[in-house]
């Protein structure tokens, strides 16, 4: 039961014909053709055979950022965390996606943004890396594993972003990058990552 349907159909006939107990639109062709083609469906991420390990990552003379992404908590920000990798050209990209989340973690993404990630993660740019099982925090835990590994493997200069809303996570991983002289940056919505320069929020 949806309050007020029926009212609704019965005040738009020349838009709606209701006929045994189903409902057509009576502009369905004109809408489709005003709206222009579909859209290409969502891609499930997981389909996208993105590379889990840290094998033959680029040069670390070549890499200036790193962006971690706790999918498990901002799954909708690795698409924009994705752009922010192609921004440059595919001789110039200089920073590394790693996403981090759930085995069973597999979210949605745009055909668009698909094909930018394939792109990333055959060039090597871009990761998604999982726990070998699933706990509670597992891939937070993960995460700050390859945060400590990249942090004595990659230039001091190279920047480390967080994109995350869990404050303990960012908390914790901040602080001690801060304390040991990495630039880094947390950040947690689209606009924040379509900015040149990341600063800390803290």
């Known amino acids: 039961y949806v309050p007020g349907l029926r009212t609704l159909l019965r005040n738009n006939a020349d838009t709606f014909e209701v006929s045994d107990a189903s409902v057509v639109s009576l502009r369905a062709d004109a ?27 680029p040069p670390s003379d070549r890499i200036d950022e790193v962006i971690f992404c706790d999918m498990d908590n901002k799954a909708s920000m690795l698409e924009p965390s994705a752009a922010r990798a192609s921004r440059r050209g595919p001789d110039e990209c200089r920073t590394l996606v790693l996403a981090f989340s759930a085995t069973t973690h597999n979210p949605r993404v745009s055909a668009g943004a698909a094909a930018q990630m394939s792109d990333l993660a055959r060039r090597g740019w871009l990761r998604l890396l999982s726990p070998a099982q699933d706990a509670k925090n597992a891939a937070d ?15 001091k200069s190279a920047t480390f972003v967080v994109v995350s809303t869990d404050i303990h996570l960012e908390g914790t991983a901040i602080g001690l990058l801060k304390a040991e002289g990495r630039p880094c940056a947390a950040v947690a919505r689209p606009d924040e990552l379509r900015a040149p320069t990341l600063t800390c929020r803290r």
Request: net charge negative; glycine share 10%.
């Open 31 to 57: 809408d489709a053709d005003a709206a222009g083609p579909a859209p290409a469906p969502l891609v499930r991420l997981r389909t996208l055979g993105l590379a889990r390990g840290m094998d033959d990552l």
């Open 141 to 155: 835990f993960v995460l700050t594993f390859w945060m400590g590994w990249l942090h004595r493997e990659l230039p």
